[in-house]
C-alpha cells in the first residue's frame, strides 16, 4: 500500500513538474517508454492515471466521475496511431476516506469492463516492493498541454523523494 501511497504523491508533484511549460525539467518521452500510463476521458481528456493490471488503472480521488472511459497506448491524444485502446469503466473506487477540501486519502481505482492487451504501447507500472528512502531519484510522467500545436503530449520528469516531516 505504501508503494501505491508513493505513486499518488509522486503524481501531485507530476503537475508542479509538468505546469511550468517544456523548460519545466521535464522532456518529451519516446513513443512506449511510459506504458501505463493513461489518459482519462469524458468526451474530453480530464486526467491521468496508471495502469498496475491489465483490468486495474490507479489514479487521484479528485478525478472521480461515475462513468470513464480510459484510453491506454496514448502518445498524442490528438492524433491516432493505431496503438491505442479506449475501454469503459467498470467500477470506479474512491478511497471511503478522500477528502475533497484537504486531499487527504486522494486515491482511486478504476475497474475496466474488459482487461487490457498488454504489448510494447500498453503494460502495466512496476510497482516498488518497498517504500523509497529520502533522497532517492524518482522518474514520474504526465500529459502536457503543448500550444504548439495544441495537443495534449505524454511527458515525464526526475524528482527527489523528500523524507515526510
Same mark, same amino acid.
Given at each position: 500500500?505504501?508503494?501505491?501511497?508513493?505513486?499518488?504523491?509522486?503524481?501531485?508533484?507530476?503537475?508542479?513538474?509538468?505546469?511550468?511549460?517544456?523548460?519545466?525539467? #521535464?522532456?518529451?518521452?519516446?513513443?512506449?517508454?511510459?506504458?501505463?500510463?493513461?489518459?482519462?476521458?469524458?468526451?474530453?481528456?480530464?486526467? #491521468?492515471?496508471?495502469?498496475?493490471?491489465?483490468?486495474?488503472?490507479?489514479?487521484?480521488?479528485?478525478?472521480?466521475?461515475?462513468?470513464?472511459?480510459?484510453?491506454?497506448?496514448?502518445?498524442?491524444?490528438?492524433?491516432?496511431?493505431?496503438?491505442?485502446?479506449?475501454?469503459?469503466?467498470?467500477?470506479?473506487?474512491?478511497?471511503?476516506?478522500?477528502?475533497?477540501?484537504?486531499?487527504?486519502?486522494?486515491?482511486?481505482?478504476?475497474?475496466?469492463?474488459?482487461?487490457?492487451?498488454?504489448?510494447?504501447?500498453?503494460?502495466? $507500472?512496476?510497482?516498488?516492493?518497498?517504500?523509497?528512502?529520502?533522497?532517492?531519484?524518482?522518474?514520474?510522467?504526465?500529459? $502536457?498541454?503543448?500550444?504548439?500545436?495544441?495537443?495534449?503530449?505524454?511527458?515525464?520528469?526526475? $524528482?527527489?523523494?523528500?523524507?515526510?516531516?
Amino acid at each position: 500500500m505504501k508503494g501505491l501511497l508513493l505513486t499518488v504523491t509522486l503524481s501531485s508533484l507530476c503537475v508542479r513538474c509538468f505546469s511550468q511549460s517544456q523548460g519545466h525539467g #521535464g522532456y518529451s518521452c519516446a513513443r512506449s517508454a511510459v506504458p501505463y500510463q493513461v489518459s482519462l476521458n469524458s468526451g474530453y481528456h480530464f486526467c #491521468g492515471g496508471s495502469l498496475i493490471s491489465s483490468q486495474w488503472v490507479l489514479s487521484a480521488a479528485h478525478c472521480y466521475k461515475s462513468s470513464i472511459q480510459v484510453k491506454l497506448g496514448e502518445y498524442n491524444l490528438a492524433a491516432q496511431d493505431g496503438s491505442e485502446q479506449t475501454i469503459s469503466s467498470s467500477k470506479v473506487i474512491r478511497h471511503s476516506g478522500y477528502n475533497a477540501n484537504t486531499l487527504n486519502n486522494d486515491i482511486m481505482l478504476i475497474k475496466l469492463s474488459k482487461a487490457a492487451t498488454l504489448n510494447s504501447y500498453v503494460n502495466t $507500472v512496476p510497482l516498488p516492493t518497498s517504500c523509497v528512502t529520502a533522497g532517492t531519484t524518482c522518474l514520474i510522467s504526465g500529459w $502536457v498541454l503543448s500550444s504548439k500545436p495544441a495537443s495534449w503530449w505524454l511527458s515525464r520528469c526526475r $524528482v527527489e523523494q523528500r523524507a515526510h516531516g
